[in-house]
């Protein structure tokens, strides 16, 4: 009796674990597709006010991590494209050139994302990289919960999943490039 105990958990720990990792994978997918979302949607000019930013002071943050790109925390006056009022306390936590004037889009309380072409590019990639949480978590879901299955059945059901979020990859590129 012991031994069928045994069996079961272990039968019970293989179809949870691939489920509480696809709630992880679209918990964290989703999260930083609403942050890199919301990036983009400043770049592209979609929301915030469109300007340039003129960097006083840019500190590097995090020098260990070259990975991530130039992190820091810049502050300078943001002057709007439509004129008005210029933010002097106006900052970005990307390293910008200091003295430089750099397109940018700010949100009211003077917190500017990179704007233009370079901006798009930027949020773009890390929203489709964001992207690709899902069909890692449909992935892991099937082999959890079709794990009884015949192994075709749980391919076509991955390959419709990953087709689809594919589909919604070019379509934000496409949206995206009509954007810049």
């Given at each position: 009796?012991?031994?069928?105990?045994?069996?079961?958990?272990?039968?019970?720990?293989k179809?949870?674990?691939?489920?509480?990792a696809?709630?992880?994978?679209?918990?964290?997918?989703?999260?930083?597709?609403?942050?890199?979302?919301?990036?983009?949607?400043?770049?592209?000019?979609?929301?915030?006010?469109?300007?340039?930013?003129?960097?006083?002071?840019?500190?590097?943050?995090?020098?260990?991590?070259?990975?991530?790109?130039?992190?820091?925390?810049?502050?300078?006056t943001?002057?709007?494209?439509?004129?008005?009022?210029?933010?002097?306390?106006?900052?970005?936590?990307?390293?910008?050139?200091?003295?430089?004037?750099?397109?940018?889009?700010?949100?009211?309380?003077?917190?500017?994302?990179?704007?233009?072409?370079?901006?798009?590019?930027?949020?773009?990639?890390?929203?489709?990289?964001?992207?690709?949480?899902?069909?890692?978590?449909?992935?892991?879901?099937?082999?959890?919960?079709?794990?009884h299955?015949?192994?075709?059945?749980?391919?076509?059901?991955?390959?419709?999943?990953?087709?689809?979020?594919?589909?919604?990859?070019?379509?934000?590129?496409?949206?995206?490039?009509?954007?810049?």
């Amino acid at each position: 009796m012991g031994r069928d105990v045994r069996r079961a958990a272990v039968k019970t720990v293989k179809a949870v674990v691939p489920l509480a990792a696809a709630l992880a994978l679209l918990a964290v997918g989703g999260r930083a597709t609403a942050h890199a979302g919301d990036g983009l949607a400043h770049a592209t000019g979609l929301t915030g006010t469109r300007g340039v930013l003129v960097a006083d002071r840019c500190l590097r943050t995090d020098p260990h991590r070259p990975a991530l790109g130039p992190t820091g925390d810049c502050r300078g006056t943001f002057r709007p494209d439509g004129g008005g009022p210029a933010n002097e306390r106006a900052r970005t936590d990307r390293r910008i050139p200091t003295g430089e004037p750099v397109p940018v889009s700010c949100a009211a309380d003077g917190e500017c994302r990179l704007a233009g072409t370079g901006g798009v590019l930027t949020w773009l990639s890390l929203l489709l990289l964001a992207l690709a949480a899902f069909p890692a978590a449909a992935f892991a879901a099937v082999q959890g919960l079709l794990r009884h299955r015949d192994r075709s059945q749980r391919k076509r059901v991955v390959l419709g999943v990953a087709t689809v979020v594919l589909l919604v990859c070019a379509v934000a590129t496409f949206a995206g490039a009509l954007a810049a």
